[in-house]
């Protein structure tokens, strides 16, 4: 652990105090005898010490021998776990596609970010489709984009202005 954390002191006194420095960690290896969510769950209390304003529980990615149980939210029991045993802001990923998915990790308590990933690449508008899925509105984009939302959706756009052009 000692090179990363280094290397985190480093950053965080080099970037300026009011700005947040998060890490990514490989919650578990998925290969017998690599890296395990215990180790983890060590390494974010010393992140948690010195400062991390986020940590983002991934996994894997090292080895050909590793057998992943890929599924919608596979990694959320490693960012669940990682935040009850640090207290630290926990930032969410794995195969979270779905609003409602979101959503529930979020009010669950699961973690208290959400990254996506794949969701975004299919659709560079996934925010605003979760936004008008869960009743929810999104600052006004720029004004070519006011007569955008669907049918019924015309307050998805908060501070947008109808009317002739």
Do not use: N
């Amino acid at each position: 652990m000692r090179f990363p954390l280094e290397v985190f002191e480093v950053v965080r006194e080099a970037f300026p105090a009011d700005r947040p420095v998060g890490v990514k960690v490989s919650a578990v290896d998925w290969v017998p005898g690599g890296w395990d969510l215990a180790q983890t769950i060590e390494f974010s209390k010393e992140l948690k010490k010195r400062g991390v304003d986020w940590i983002t529980t991934s996994s894997a990615g090292i080895s050909p021998l590793q057998k992943i149980p890929v599924a919608p939210g596979y990694q959320l029991p490693f960012a669940q776990r990682v935040r009850e045993a640090t207290g630290a802001t926990i930032m969410a990923v794995g195969l979270i596609t779905e609003a409602a998915q979101a959503e529930a990790i979020i009010a669950s308590g699961q973690a208290d970010l959400v990254a996506l990933a794949r969701g975004m690449l299919y659709d560079p508008r996934w925010a605003w489709h979760a936004a008008a899925q869960l009743g929810a509105t999104v600052d006004a984009p720029a004004p070519s984009y006011w007569r955008a939302p669907p049918q019924g959706l015309g307050g998805l756009f908060r501070g947008t202005r109808y009317g002739a052009r």
